[in-house]
């Protein structure tokens, strides 16, 4: 519904606290996620980002995944605790 009503020009903008891009996957074209996303990784070291697709590769040789410098990777979400 939300994607019809930014077609008819009802709707700029989504702002959202979910992680999951699922506004983006419907087809939502502009969308603030206040709380990140679980699609971008970064360092928690020195703020490299990497895709999903090198994360995995990274997670298949260790746990928890390492940056290539040295510090723990992490989805680009806000953690809790």
């Not at 506004?23 to 999903?52: F, P, W």
């Not at 994360?55 to 605790?81: N, W």
């Amino acid at each position: 519904m939300l994607v019809e009503l930014e077609k008819r020009g009802k709707l700029y903008r989504v702002i959202t606290q979910n992680i999951d891009g699922l506004h983006q996957m419907a087809g939502q074209s502009d969308v603030i996620e206040l709380h990140g996303n679980t699609r971008k990784i970064l360092c928690m070291s020195c703020d490299k980002t990497y895709s999903m697709d090198e994360a995995y590769t990274r997670l298949e040789k260790e746990l928890p995944p390492k940056c290539s410098c040295g510090g723990v990777l992490k989805p680009s979400i806000v953690l809790f605790g």
